[in-house]
């Protein structure tokens, strides 16, 4: 069979792509375009390990370590857990796409036998997939949007409405949502402590007021901002939301 070296690398950079966009769909990671659109050019350079009398344990390391390179540059690497979950996601979605489209040469080939293999062990790897996506359940509940500081400061954000956050601002009872610290943009802000408690125990959160904040879309306002000291969720959301935002949702 003749492979033309050129339309190698065009097809391989298309799966690339998309396999990136997918991820960032999936888990709304808010990765630019120019960054997924980059980082698929790392996918082309494994490419050239093929040409070389290479074992197959060192060219799947190869592979492993370039799928890894194009999920940082795409999503960035905010934590170790952060990008094993895109590399999953993306490996993930790659056996899918490369069964079916396995699946379709066969049929094109009207091969039986591998017909039927692909048929016994289509619904099981299907049924995996299922069993790993059930357990994203929690982002269904993931937002983007961002938030306007005073002095014209935006800040993007990957939001998780978490019904079990039900913080309110004791006197006027605004709601509050809870941002990493760190990402809050440092200035002279009005602050005010609220009193919390929690299993872990309780203390005062300190908060602040911002212009505006922006949820998919649309405005949700008189909320306070608290700022968390913890690294929420594993690093995969940078905000909570109050349960009180689903009514604006």
Do not use: W
């Amino acid at each position: 069979m003749v492979i033309y070296v050129d339309v190698l690398l065009v097809i391989n950079y298309i799966m690339d792509l998309i396999l990136l966009i997918c991820v960032n769909k999936i888990l709304k990671r808010q990765a630019s375009f120019r960054r997924i659109f980059l980082a698929s050019f790392i996918g082309e350079l494994s490419l050239i390990f093929l040409v070389l009398d290479i074992n197959k344990i060192m060219m799947l390391g190869i592979r492993v370590l370039s799928s890894t390179m194009m999920c940082i540059i795409s999503f960035r690497a905010k934590s170790f857990h952060y990008v094993l979950e895109n590399v999953i996601y993306f490996y993930m979605l790659g056996t899918i796409t490369a069964g079916c489209c396995y699946f379709l040469y066969l049929i094109s080939e009207a091969n039986l036998i591998y017909v039927i293999l692909v048929v016994l062990f289509g619904p099981l790897s299907a049924y995996l997939f299922m069993k790993l996506y059930k357990r994203r359940v929690v982002y269904q509940h993931l937002y983007t949007g961002y938030i306007e500081f005073y002095k014209g400061k935006i800040v993007f954000l990957n939001m998780y409405l978490d019904t079990g956050n039900k913080l309110i601002e004791p006197f006027t009872h605004r709601p509050i949502i809870l941002v990493r610290d760190g990402l809050i943009p440092t200035y002279d802000y009005c602050t005010i402590y609220v009193p919390f408690n929690t299993l872990n125990g309780h203390g005062l959160l300190k908060c602040i007021r911002v212009c505006n904040i922006f949820v998919e879309g649309k405005k949700i306002q008189n909320c306070y901002v608290g700022v968390s000291n913890n690294n929420l969720m594993n690093g995969t959301t940078d905000c909570i939301l109050n349960i009180k935002c689903l009514e604006e949702l």
